[in-house]
């Protein structure tokens, strides 16, 4: 069972920045595609960004340009590099694992970690 454990969020004022982590319980090299996703009070949670086995990363319109997804795979960790967070930008962020690559059913999700932009 991989256990994913975020760190990171926190209270920034709109234009400021944070760097979210994602840590696994195991090593990462294998899984085929890692992400975040969030969920904003009264929302439904909402992909932020995906990043693949081989670095191909995908990001929703509404980040692209200010995130930046990475993995460093021998620390077994991903990351989410948040630029010019936005009041909008507040949610519950989640990462996301996917041994075998988006759609197939075994996937794992972390407890979510608080980011709050304040404006």
């Known amino acids: 069972q991989l256990v994913l454990v975020e760190s990171g969020g926190g209270l920034v004022q709109a234009g400021g920045s944070l760097r979210l982590s994602c840590t696994a319980s195991?090593?990462?090299?294998?899984?085929?595609?890692m992400g975040w996703y969030r969920q904003a009070p009264g929302k439904q949670r909402e992909l932020v960004a995906t990043i693949t086995y081989g670095g191909t990363t995908n990001y929703a319109d509404s980040v692209k340009g200010r995130f930046t997804i990475s993995r460093d795979n021998a620390k077994n960790t991903e990351y989410l590099q948040m630029n010019s967070l936005k009041p909008e930008d507040t949610a519950v962020y989640y990462c996301?694992?996917?041994?075998?690559?988006?759609?197939?059913?075994?996937?794992?999700w972390g407890q979510g970690t608080q980011v709050t932009v304040s404006s």
């Open positions: 195991e090593s990462i090299f294998e899984i085929q595609a």
């Open positions: 996301y694992a996917a041994p075998y690559g988006l759609g197939h059913p075994l996937e794992y």
